[in-house]
């Protein structure tokens, strides 16, 4: 129901624009996500936006460098990186559905793998 896409491989200080499909359903009226997980360690909260996109939320190590976005028309979630870093590297979910923006999240999607060379 959710599908992540748009990552790959780009160098330190360079961008990338993920982007999360939404099918089967709407998620028009929910709070969405995005997460990661690097190598060996615990998913993480990246960024998240209400269901009017009025009002974000980031975590601090991405603060200023991501931006989250919504397209309820398209039923797309975007998360535009940019100033990529090393440590930005990891598997990139999206969700959907959560009381708070910070979650829990009810429904989870496939990630999409962005690494970061130095």
């Known amino acids: 129901q959710l599908q992540a896409s748009g990552g790959g491989l780009v160098q330190a200080g360079g961008s990338l624009r993920l982007s999360c499909a939404a099918s089967g359903r709407t998620f028009s009226n929910s709070r969405m996500g995005w997460f990661r997980q690097a190598p060996g360690k615990e998913r993480k909260f990246v960024a998240a936006?209400?269901?009017?996109?009025?009002?974000?939320n980031y975590a601090d190590s991405v603060k200023g460098r991501f931006t989250i976005s919504r397209d309820n028309a398209k039923n797309m979630v975007y998360l535009q990186m940019d100033s990529l870093k090393p440590e930005d590297t990891a598997v990139y979910s999206c969700?959907?559905?959560?009381?708070?923006?910070?979650?829990?999240?009810?429904?989870w999607g496939q990630g999409t793998q962005v690494t970061v060379s130095s």
């Open positions: 969700a959907a559905g959560a009381p708070l923006l910070r979650g829990p999240y009810a429904y």
């Open positions: 936006i209400t269901a009017s996109g009025s009002s974000t």
